[in-house]
């Protein structure tokens, strides 16, 4: 997508520039403003030991009505990917506007694991505590939230809404990671962490000596938590009828029984949830862009905007 290049509104320039004073003297966040309703800022994170960026899309009429307050959409972005993600592949700008909602699209870091890491960055407290306190302070959110992800973001999607139950009205998953313990995941999840150059255990430990750990942090093993949430699950079967295109092909092959392990537990538990499972496809934006769209009526009914 391209940025969009209509002006800035005087208040969004005035709100940047205060920050970024502010930043200097005391460490607050700072915001860049990209166009008339899209916001970067820098977020100091105790969770992280570090500033990190969320990228925002504010309401259309946002100057306009100052005391309004608003459900927010989080976007989380995939495996070694940025949280520009959203605004740089799909149309979300032009999609949202006019839908009186803020779009919040948080960092996850180089792997786009947003979990709290063994002895590390701890991202699930920056994007479920830090980033939601700076949009209520800042940004006139509101408590109503619901969230969506791509690959390792849809891994969060859901292990965030399993983990910490009533958090959000909504989630959707497109070809997520969701049960991180289904034969061969461990090892794909490993070498998501080593392409970073980053040890593998430091993640959530060894699999086998630390299970507990990795039970704690599998969608799977908290499916429980996600009774009550409306929920969204596509994937697809990658190499069997593709079109060719072999490695991410391969990839959303490897995660098809994840997927599905994932929808069988909820099936179990008799947790309602919105499923696509598709033949072929390919772990890109391709699929994810129209499986934004297939889930946005459940999205749009969690936030109360229109669809």
Known sequence: MHRRTTAVSRRTVTKAAAGASLAVLFGAQTA????????????????????????????????????????????????????????????????????????????????????????????????????????????????????????????????????????????????????????GVPTLVDAIVARENLAPTSLWGNPFLNLLTWRDFNPRDRAAGLRGTALYVSSGSGLAGGTGDWLPEALESALWPSAHSFTDTLALLRIPATTHFYAGGGHSWAYWKQEFTASWPMLARGLGVPQ
């Open 32 to 183: 860049a403003a990209l166009g008339s309703r899209t916001v970067d800022v820098s977020v100091p994170s105790a969770a992280l030991g570090r500033s990190a960026p969320v990228r925002l899309i504010l309401p259309s009429g946002f100057d306009a009505e100052p005391t309004r307050t608003y459900p927010v959409l989080y976007l989380l972005h995939g495996a070694h990917d940025d949280y520009t993600s959203w605004t740089r592949e799909t149309d979300i700008e032009a999609f949202t506007e006019g839908r009186n909602l803020i779009v919040a699209m948080p960092d996850a870091g180089p792997t786009g694991i947003p979990t709290a890491w063994r002895g590390g960055p701890d991202y699930e407290t920056f994007q479920l505590t830090e980033v939601p306190a700076l949009l209520a302070r800042d940004y006139r959110a509101s408590g109503v939230r619901v969230v969506a992800g791509v690959s390792t973001g849809g891994y969060g999607a859901m292990a965030h809404a399993a983990r910490h139950p009533g958090t959000f009205a909504a989630a959707a998953s497109y070809s997520g990671i969701l049960d991180t313990m289904a034969p």
